[in-house]
């Protein structure tokens, strides 16, 4: 069973910078696109910016400008260069895959805190 493991999170106050990185245990074939997900306290899971297997990026309103996807279709990564951090940002960060096998493969999450 492939699994996606994610690190980078962590406590940064305002303005500074996080970089996640997502990593499957194993190559995964077929990635169709490969995004970033996030999940506040009392909130759904939205999705914060995704990557297609062409390179095509999206990003939600409000982290355009100030986040950066990049993927390694060759690697089975994807990473989420997060700068200018607010308070808002804060929540659990989840990394995802999805295949053109209908696979959906989800990280375990990793908290990044921002303070004011």
């Known amino acids: 069973q492939v699994q996606l493991v994610e690190s980078g999170g962590g406590l940064v106050q305002a303005g500074g910078s996080l970089r996640l990185s997502c990593a499957a245990s194993s190559n995964i074939f077929g990635i169709n696109v490969m995004g970033w997900y996030r999940q506040a306290p009392g909130k759904q899971r939205d999705l914060v910016a995704s990557?297609?297997?062409?390179?095509?990026?999206s990003y939600q309103d409000s982290v355009k400008g100030r986040f950066t996807i990049s993927g390694d279709n060759a690697k089975s990564a994807v990473y989420l260069q997060m700068n200018s951090l607010k308070p808002e940002d804060t929540a659990v960060y989840y990394c995802?895959?999805?295949?053109?096998?209908?696979?959906?493969?989800w990280g375990q999450g990793t908290q990044v805190t921002v303070s004011s």
């Open positions: 990557i297609t297997r062409g390179g095509t990026t």
């Open positions: 995802n895959i999805k295949t053109s096998l209908r696979n959906n493969y």
